[in-house]
């Protein structure tokens, strides 16, 4: 009798673990969602960051590259004499563009961002091999390729647009390089970024008259490693805290050069590149966008 209990439970136990039920609703009662009645003021738009990068290939492969692969872009500017610029990505979702990195506070820039990719091949195919004899340890300005004028007008007007309508703060509009100087390069040493901001008023860029004003041989020669680390801090820039120019600390100097004082990216600190470092933070103070 026993035995034929404990059989009884053995058959009827495993069914009803594999029972499945539904979730009850919560209600049968419909409620109204009230958007109008009060409305909160601790608040702001969720994009904050525009990167624009270069696709390092030709038009087909581009294509190819970001809407059938694990790497997108919101949107795609090839270099073809039309009036296309390609939505790739809804702006409301999130593009895998970024990578790992971060600028001015946030690492995970693919939640906050929207990325522009431009078709460029980068480095002239001459020059694609030549850092490896460990002769040089970064392209210099003479490598890049240059950008159709055409595509810079379609990056004009698309940023513009981008920026007008998410408030994007100008210090905010950036390069690849510049949230991942270790990984990343593009768009490059000929991306016109000092253009962009004269005549579109797109982006940042320092004052002449600041710049001539920090250019303090004395000033820069008592200026400490970690005072001047602190100031690519303060502008957005990721950077350690050793006590050295190491090769991550030259990387972020190198990507800071590209976009500011591209003709001589050399990583290496040296007077000119302290001193529009130093007329950027006096332009741009207290306009980091936390929140």
């Known amino acids: 009798m026993v035995k034929n209990i404990f059989l009884a439970f053995g058959l009827t136990l495993p069914l009803i673990g594999c029972v499945t039920t539904t979730s009850p609703v919560a209600t049968t009662k419909s409620y109204i969602v009230d958007s109008k009645t009060y409305q909160a003021t601790g608040k702001s738009e969720r994009i904050k960051t525009i990167v624009l990068h270069y696709t390092v290939s030709d038009n087909d492969r581009s294509i190819n590259t970001l809407t059938t692969g694990k790497v997108s872009a919101h949107y795609l500017i090839l270099d073809n004499d039309d009036d296309k610029i390609y ?14 990195g971060g600028f001015a506070g946030r690492t995970i820039l693919n939640d906050t961002s929207i990325g522009i990719e431009i078709v460029n091949a980068g480095i002239a195919p001459e020059y694609q091999n030549a850092l490896k004899d460990g002769q040089l340890a970064y392209h210099p300005y003479d490598h890049y390729l240059a950008f159709d004028e055409l595509q810079i007008k379609k990056v004009a007007e698309l940023v513009q647009d981008i920026t007008a309508r998410y408030d994007i703060s100008p210090k905010n509009i950036i390069g690849h390089s510049d949230m991942a100087p270790s990984r990343k390069i593009d768009p490059g040493a ?5 253009q962009l901001y004269k005549q579109y008023g797109i982006g940042a860029w320092y004052d002449d008259a600041d710049k001539l004003a920090f250019m303090d041989i004395n000033a820069f020669a008592t200026a400490t490693i970690p005072e001047i680390k602190q100031q690519f801090r ?48 006096k332009k741009y103070a207290n306009t980091n966008d936390f929140y």
């Open 87 to 100: 939505n790739l990505v809804p702006e409301n979702e999130r593009a895998w563009h970024a990578g790992d």
């Open 190 to 194: 000929k991306f016109p970024w000092q």
């Open 234 to 281: 303060d502008y957005g820039y990721q950077i350690n805290n050793s006590d050295e120019w190491d090769k991550a600390s030259r990387d972020v100097i190198y990507a800071f050069q590209l976009h500011f004082r591209p003709l001589n990216p050399t990583g290496e600190i040296d007077l000119e590149t302290y001193a529009i470092l130093k007329a950027l933070n």
